[in-house]
């Protein structure tokens, strides 16, 4: 069975920082590109950050660029989402998805539209409060 799942989300104050982690099971994501996006309460879910199957491409949302880094672990299987200075506004649940079926795109490929990914996680709560 394939399946992701996100962890390391949690309750952080304005300026602190989290490790988002993405496992993968079922399945080995260093073939993939693998998106992170959010959705806050009330809004839709939005991109925020890709990485590509070589890891040789990362793309951000202009919203977190400069605060969020996105990195794999090949061998321990796992995507992770370093996010830093953390703001209110970055509250939202967090997923992962990985865009199977997609190699023939590339090493490079990396998009961050959540409709060119088709395999999810369950989220993350993050929130971002004094």
């Known amino acids: 069975q394939l399946q992701l799942v996100e962890s390391g989300g949690g309750l952080v104050q304005p300026g602190g920082s989290l490790r988002l982690s993405c496992a993968a099971s079922?399945?080995?994501?260093?073939?993939?590109?693998i998106g992170w996006f959010r959705q806050a309460p009330g809004k839709e879910r939005e991109g925020v950050s890709c990485i590509s199957s070589s890891g040789g491409m990362t793309n951000y949302a202009d919203s977190v660029n400069g605060r969020f880094t996105c990195f794999r672990d090949n061998a321990r299987n796992t995507v992770y989402l370093q996010m830093n200075s953390l703001k209110p506004e970055d509250t939202a649940v967090y997923y992962c998805a990985a865009a199977l079926g997609k190699s023939y795109r590339g090493s490079r490929y990396c998009p961050i539209e959540t409709y060119q990914y088709n395999s999810w996680g369950q989220g993350t709560q993050v929130t971002v409060s004094s």
């Open positions: 079922g399945f080995t994501l260093d073939y993939y590109a």
